[in-house]
């Protein structure tokens, strides 16, 4: 029982370690996140666009809002408070993962540096900056940034992870310890 316990906290604690690789992916988010939107605000005033297809343009918008506008006029220090404490589960989730379950670990990491790239945002300027205008004729879905794209891939990886990845390991009785 004993030596079980050991084992149990020796493999928990190299699991952490080899998940916390994962988080060169959260920098590198924030980093390009925060790269592209100081871009776009040395380049253009509030409200200025510029077409790139018929159906996107480069427009420099300020979200004090939440994601898509909702809360919008909210204390911006609310966010940043949120962001980080989802930030900080979403990184304990990352590195207590299992080590095999990268995909699900990477997805995780795209999440914690999306929502971090915002809350520099909110915490330096007070608001988000977006500039991503996807338009379909006078149609116009929400302005969005980098940081927002990383948290809907990161979103989407965990998805593919649970229907494809993880549901396709299933439990085999046989070789698990704990169906006994």
Do not use: C
Request: hydrophobic share 50%; net charge neutral.
């Amino acid at each position: 029982m004993t030596e079980q316990v050991s084992e149990n906290r020796t493999t928990r604690r190299t699991t952490t370690w080899q998940n916390v690789h994962w988080l060169w992916l959260s920098v590198l988010v924030i980093a390009a996140d925060q790269f592209t939107k100081q871009l776009v605000v040395n380049h253009y005033a509030l409200y200025d666009s510029t077409p790139l297809t018929s159906w996107l343009n480069l427009t420099l918008v300020h979200n004090t809002g939440a994601a898509f506008s909702m809360l919008h006029g909210a204390t911006p220090w609310l966010f940043v408070a949120l962001g980080v404490a989802v930030t900080l589960g979403i990184t304990i989730w990352m590195v207590r993962n299992p080590y095999d379950k990268r995909l699900f670990a990477g997805a995780l990491a795209l999440i914690a540096g999306g929502a971090l790239g915002n809350v520099v945002d909110r915490a330096l300027r007070g608001f988000v900056v977006d500039f991503v205008d996807f338009h379909i004729g006078a149609w116009h879905y929400p302005a969005f940034n980098l940081a927002d794209s990383a948290i809907v891939v990161g979103a989407v990886l965990i998805f593919v992870d649970m229907l494809f990845v993880s549901g396709s390991r299933g439990s085999n009785k046989e070789t698990d310890p704990t169906s006994k």
